[in-house]
């Protein structure tokens, strides 16, 4: 159990990160096709996130 929240937990991060980084940077124009919209770049961070954490979590599952 502990495994997988972690890997939530990255994901949530990575979300964060990526929602924060709309807010923050964004694009103005709206011709930006991950910026232009709070959920494009959420669902972007979330991805980012869940392949930071990807190869730690297998490695510690016995896969690798």
Request: proline share 3%; charged share 10%.
């Given at each position: ?24 940077v ?34 510690k599952?016995?896969?690798?």
């Amino acid at each position: 159990m502990n495994k997988y929240f972690k890997l939530l937990t990255a994901i949530i991060i990575g979300a964060i990160g990526g929602f924060g980084f709309y807010y923050f940077v964004g694009c103005n124009a709206g011709t930006c096709m991950i910026t232009s919209k709070p959920i494009n770049s959420t669902t972007y961070g979330a991805f980012i996130g869940l392949i930071w954490y990807l190869p730690d979590f297998w490695t510690k599952k016995g896969i690798k």
